[in-house]
Structure formats: structure tokens, C-alpha cells
């Protein structure tokens, strides 16, 4: 055998053993790609139910939104309303009971006046440590 036989067989031998790493790489590529396009398969599978639930929580959520909006119109109108009878409540009892409430003080004021047997309260004087506050200071000026 010559130099450039053993050379052949050599390059041969290497050859054959690349071909076979990558038939062998190609196979479990040819595994993987299997394995994605089923996992694919089942995450489409599962995923079109969940986004139709989806759709439908959505549709759910929005029709609720609506009976809310409808509500707090509702709830602002009888607000307005109270609002409006308050204010009619007040200004048409309010000025009479004001009236009312006037002459009963000073009917009270009258007949408290007229009592001449009752004895006149002694004022309440306040002190802070050792101070007269100025309401008391006021009497006591009165009386001078």
C-alpha cells in the first residue's frame, strides 16, 4: 500500500464517522422539532377554550360596567333630587321656625326678668394657675 492509499482509507474512515454524528444530530433534531409541533399542537388545543372563556368574562365584565353606569346616573339623580327638596324644606320652614324660636327666647327672656324673688347667680370665675381668665376681669370691672 502507498502513502496516498492509506491517505484515502484515513479520509474515508473520517468521513464516514462526520456522516454518522451528523445523521445522529439530525435524528434527535428531527425528535425535537417532533416534540414542539406536538407541544404546539396541545398549547392550541388548550388555548382556544381559554380565550373563548375569555371573551366571554370580557362580555360579562362589560355588561356589568353598563348596570353600574346606569346605577350612578340613577344614584346622581336622586341626589339632585334631595338636594333640590332639601333646599325647599329649608327655605319653607326654616324662616317660620327661626320666627318661632325668636319669640319663645325672649318670652322666656320676659318671664325670667319679671321674677323678682330669684336670686341673682353669684358669676363663675375661672382661674389658671393663679390668673383670672379675662371673661372673669370683665365682671369684675362691671361691678366697679
Not at 42 to 67: F, N
Not at 103 to 121: C, D, H, S
Request: net charge positive; hydrophobic share 45%.
Amino acid at each position: 500500500m502507498s502513502g496516498g492509499e492509506v491517505a484515502g482509507i484515513l479520509v474515508a474512515v473520517f468521513w464516514a464517522i462526520l456522516v454518522s454524528f451528523l445523521a445522529v444530530a439530525l435524528a434527535r433534531l428531527a425528535q425535537t422539532l417532533r416534540a414542539t409541533t406536538k407541544l404546539v399542537a396541545d398549547v392550541t388545543e388548550q388555548a382556544v377554550p381559554l380565550l373563548a372563556d375569555a371573551s366571554a368574562a370580557v362580555r360579562s365584565a362589560q355588561t356589568q360596567i353598563d348596570r353600574v353606569d346606569a346605577i350612578a346616573s340613577d344614584v346622581q339623580e336622586v341626589t339632585s333630587n334631595a338636594s333640590a327638596l332639601s333646599t325647599t324644606v329649608a327655605s319653607t320652614f326654616g324662616g317660620p321656625l327661626v320666627k318661632v324660636a325668636a319669640f319663645g327666647y325672649g318670652v322666656r327672656r320676659a318671664i325670667g326678668g319679671r321674677r323678682e324673688n330669684v336670686p341673682e347667680k353669684a358669676p363663675r370665675r375661672t382661674v389658671i394657675v393663679g390668673r383670672t381668665v379675662p371673661s372673669a376681669r370683665r365682671s369684675k370691672r362691671k361691678k366697679d
